[in-house]
């Protein structure tokens, strides 16, 4: 079965700063990596996703995440952050081959401050 | 692109009432829905897999008897939080499969007070 670690539970940041979420996941087969982001009282919204090929994916409002397979680690990171990008961030693992259902990490709040 | 709407966004009810959630696809046929419970500070905790025309596949803790899914056609699946309890106040979120087996989208939520 496959977990998934957030390690900071929240990341206070200035705005226009650069920022870094870290997530770490387990398991025993080749997984597929997501961020997901929640504004408040809001559903998920897909941010980015790697599934296979370049390691280092992009989202559209500046977001990067780069797999890193003997680290097993997938870091969201951002070089200059908005007070709009607050929000809860959550890191999510499937596993490839299995039912596809991701696994979430326990998310991360960043606080963008002006 | 793909959306999924959820209603209400918001309820409270008495304690010992019962409450229904309804999560609709509507741009696109959905033969699985999941359901989802948030926590304060919490991740999402997977709740219970709807499929279409048959049984909800619940996850280990979680009461079938009273988290009720019905997922009656492709487009629409149901959670009816029964006899609710002040435990029961969350934040429900629902989620459809699209374009294949990791195009997951999301519901924007059902926060429920049972007071």
């Known amino acids: 079965a496959q977990s998934v670690t957030q390690l900071d539970s929240q990341v206070p940041v200035f705005e226009e700063a650069p920022v870094e979420l870290r997530c770490n996941y387990s398991?025993?087969?080749?997984?597929?990596l997501f961020w997901y982001v929640q504004y408040p009282n809001q559903g998920l919204q897909l941010l980015l996703k790697y599934l296979s090929g370049s390691t280092l994916v992009e989202s559209i409002n500046g977001f990067e995440a780069e797999f890193n397979k003997s680290q097993t680690s997938f870091h969201l990171r951002k070089p200059s952050v908005h007070i709009s990008d607050t929000a809860e961030y959550f890191c999510?693992?499937?596993?490839?081959?299995?039912?596809?259902?991701?696994?979430f990490g326990r998310g991360t709040s960043l606080i963008v401050h002006p | 692109g793909a959306v999924v709407s959820q209603h209400p966004s918001r309820v409270i009810c008495k304690s010992g009432t019962s409450v229904k959630i309804e999560c609709r696809s509507l741009d696109f046929q959905a033969t699985t829905m999941f359901w989802y419970r948030q926590f304060p500070k919490k991740s999402l905790m997977l709740m219970a897999t709807s499929n279409e025309g048959s049984k909800a596949t619940y996850e280990q803790g979680v009461e079938k008897d009273k988290f009720l899914i019905n997922h009656a056609s492709l487009t629409l699946s149901t959670l009816t939080v029964t006899s609710a309890h002040p435990e029961d106040s969350s934040f429900y979120i629902c989620?459809?499969?699209?374009?294949?087996?990791?195009?997951?989208?999301f519901g924007s939520g059902t926060r429920l007070t049972v007071v």
């Open positions: 398991s025993s087969v080749s997984v597929y």
């Open positions: 999510a693992v499937s596993e490839t081959g299995g039912s596809y259902i991701p696994t």
């Open positions: 989620s459809a499969r699209d374009r294949g087996p990791l195009g997951y989208t």
